[in-house]
């Protein structure tokens, strides 16, 4: 019985594999830490300038890049969250607790759904995803392991009390106009899914710094033209 459960597990890692890597199961993973970033890189190591760090489809981290500066940022997150979605970069975790105690101060109650995901824990979300929802939902709202900014540390998927976080929401119109005011940005806005190649997600957000942010909402941009990397 463990012989043939672990043959079935090699099946579905391969398939994930297959997903990830196109035809060839070995193509993405031979040459992986040749073309994903690493945490030298210089998009990445200074303070500066990774709060500017592009992750994209386009531009993905390393394999094994992970921040070196995670905490637990004082804010309520769902029940269900795991322990490791719980962490985010310490300069957005207090960035994130203001944002969170002056939402709540104008009434609007916000809850973290999940911050920081590794590598390994974004594979495993994309294999349930797929599992679950089908490739087509996959491929427009969930990153594949390396191309999504939970492993940067920076991102972070919020809710409300009632799991609704639609543009309709009274929380998310909140966030849409006040998340710049702590040095966020809603990472993937509506109508421009051509430019961040995903579909609109209210409840996601990434920080970039105050100065960045202020920008990126008063112009009305994203992130990859705020950095003049279309394409």
Known sequence: MKLKNKFIGIIVVLGVI??????NPLVGLSNHKDTYLSETSTNVSSN???????????NPLGLDYEPDN???????FLRDTSDESRYMDETAAKALEELFQVAKSENINLIGSSAYRSYKSQVRVLKDEISSKGVDYANKYVAK??????????????????????????EAQWLANNAYRFGFILRYPEG???????????????YVGKDAAKEIYEKNITLEEYLNKIG
């Not at 995670?70 to 309520?76: A, F, G, M, Q």
């Not at 421009?192 to 990434?206: A, C, F, L, Q, S």
Request: aromatic share 10%; charged share 30%.
């Open 145 to 170: 392991p390396g191309k999504s900014e939970h492993q940067s540390g920076l991102s972070i998927d919020v809710t409300n009390e009632a799991r609704c976080f639609d543009k309709t929401s009274p």
């Open 18 to 23: 297959i997903f990830i890597g196109g035809k």
């Open 48 to 58: 500066s300038s990774k709060y500017l760090m592009l992750v994209n489809k386009k």
């Open 192 to 206: 421009k899914e051509d430019i961040t190649g995903y579909n609109y997600e209210p409840w996601h957000i990434r």
């Open 70 to 76: 995670l905490v637990k940022p004082n804010v309520k």
